[in-house]
């Protein structure tokens, strides 16, 4: 008896293709305290520390800010060009510098931002990656609205009071380093809900999958059900023209 293909099989929700739990040492999002959504306010910090977080592609600054007689630290993707002991100002009043939090409706056209809210207050939605970044295209004051351009060269239009980070995300090279040896592989992808080592269909034997047994890869229907559809799906014709 044959067993799940591992398409089939990655909807069962198991340790084995499951996100680890508690991978994050904090919550990368930007504050929705008060002061820093409220006109004519702003927090200032000092980064304390740039960390590697787990799982994530972009390292971590941790910001230390005295707030309610208090010492409270926040964590945000680090930027290009931030550095220990650097002031973070985060709020609607904040200046245009490298990491600082400010409102997109005050950054001008062209500039870089990273760490893009979909709605005020959320945290932060778009371009957190490592080494990624958003272009403001335009903004349009009377619907109250800026043009971005994503990644993706998406363009999206959210609401002006939506708030980012000014630069690009650090770890742009990360995927330009080789890993040289599987064991490297084995830690980049524990952390990760990826199932690895992945073996080859054409490695397996025809009743764990499709491509199984040294057989070519026969076609499958286009109705077929999830897991089967693998290999040569819905083909206009097979075989050898004569």
């Known amino acids: 008896m044959g067993k799940r293909t591992r398409a089939q099989r990655y909807g069962r929700g198991t340790n084995a293709f499951r996100s680890p739990p508690n991978i994050h040492i904090a919550p990368a999002k930007i504050p929705d305290w008060p002061e820093t959504m409220s006109e004519g306010q702003k927090i200032i910090g000092v980064i304390e520390d740039i960390v590697h977080d787990a799982g994530r592609s ?24 931030l550095y220990v002991g650097k002031e973070i100002h985060v709020g609607m009043d904040a200046e245009l510098d490298l990491g600082n939090v400010v409102p997109l409706g005050k950054v001008p056209e062209g500039f870089y931002v990273s760490n893009i809210e979909k709605t005020p207050g959320d945290g932060g939605r778009y371009a957190r990656a490592g080494g990624s970044y958003a272009i403001v295209r ?13 990644p993706s060269k998406r363009i999206i239009s959210i609401d002006s009071r939506c708030r980012c980070q000014v630069g690009i995300i650090a770890g742009s090279g990360r995927e330009e380093l080789p890993l040289v040896k599987a064991g490297n592989a084995y830690y980049k992808w524990k952390k990760r809900p990826r199932k690895w080592p992945r073996t080859r269909g054409t490695a397996m034997n025809p009743v764990d999958h499709r491509h199984g047994g040294g057989r070519r890869r026969r076609p499958v229907a286009r109705n077929a059900p999830p897991g089967k559809k693998v290999g040569i799906i819905a083909p206009k014709r097979v075989g050898k023209r004569s």
Do not use: Q, S
């Not at 800010?65 to 926040?74: A, G, P």
């Not at 335009?138 to 994503?150: M, N, S």
């Open 58 to 81: 972009a390292p971590l600054a941790v910001i230390r800010t005295w707030r309610e007689n208090r010492v409270e630290r926040i964590y945000l993707p680090c930027v290009e060009g």
């Open 138 to 150: 335009a903004h349009d004051p009377k619907r109250g609205v800026t043009e971005l351009i994503l």
